[in-house]
């Protein structure tokens, strides 16, 4: 089945390229093209995409925040296409879910390679990205480890094994998710609002960084826990 791409981009010259480019290969396709967040967020609203190309410079918008609310109406992963070397703004979109980062500059295949490793759960950030993310995230705040702790006590052995489940399986969707734990997608999604609201995180990406970070204060790993997993029925 092919990647169905979202592409969002304030240039209309810019789309048509994209447009032409990315559907000259045989396994992925263009499922719409926005040039604003309303745009956007209707798009991947209707045509739910496996991939949105999110050019963070939407006119007046900032499209880095954008993401969260657009991560929120889907199943998809983000790759922000820029032309702006801003180390600031690209960690902050990928703290907001964004799994990958490319260039405007960079050879156009790019594209293609960073839209085919994402929409296999793959991250596409150069090192030092991936170094400044991972840095800021396990930095000591004051009180951080009580705080991280208080919230870990708040979840139910079953929201742990769901947390586990999104630690042990990057990139899975909510389907196979599910399906590994034996609920139903709706069951998984009204855990997965419970889990975001106790953690105090947005969206999946925070939530596979949270459970890679804090495995061994979540708990014993998913295939532990699995009795605890009553059948869907029961949830």
Not at 53 to 73: K, Q, W, Y
Not at 124 to 150: H, M, Q, V, Y
Not at 196 to 222: V, Y
């Amino acid at each position: 089945m092919s990647i169905r791409v979202l592409l969002a981009v304030n240039h209309p010259i810019v789309l048509w390229g994209l447009e032409k480019f990315i559907n000259e290969s045989p396994q992925i396709q263009v499922a719409g093209k926005a040039t604003n967040g309303a745009e956007a967020l209707l798009l991947v609203r209707e045509q739910q995409p496996h991939i949105l190309l999110l050019d963070p410079s939407l006119g007046r918008e900032s499209g880095v925040d954008l993401i969260p609310g657009l991560l929120a109406e889907g199943n998809f992963h983000v790759i922000i296409f820029t032309e702006i070397r801003d180390r600031t703004a690209v960690d902050t979109a990928v703290l907001n879910g964004a799994r990958g980062v490319v260039y405007k500059e960079e050879p156009a295949e790019t594209i293609l390679k960073a839209i085919e490793k994402v929409h296999k759960g793959e991250l596409w950030l150069d090192r030092s990205t991936t170094g400044r993310i991972f840095i800021s995230l396990l930095r000591p705040g004051k009180n951080t480890a009580c705080l991280i702790t208080e919230k870990i006590t708040t979840l139910t052995p079953k929201e742990r094994a769901i947390v586990n489940a999104f630690a042990e399986e990057s990139g899975a969707s909510n389907k196979k998710i599910a399906r590994t734990l034996c609920i139903s997608e709706q069951t998984l999604r009204n855990h997965l609002t419970s889990i975001f609201s106790k953690l105090d995180i947005t969206n999946r990406f925070d939530l596979f960084m949270f459970a890679k970070l804090h495995r061994q204060e979540i708990g014993p790993p998913m295939s532990r826990l699995s009795q605890s997993i009553p059948s869907t029925s029961s949830l």
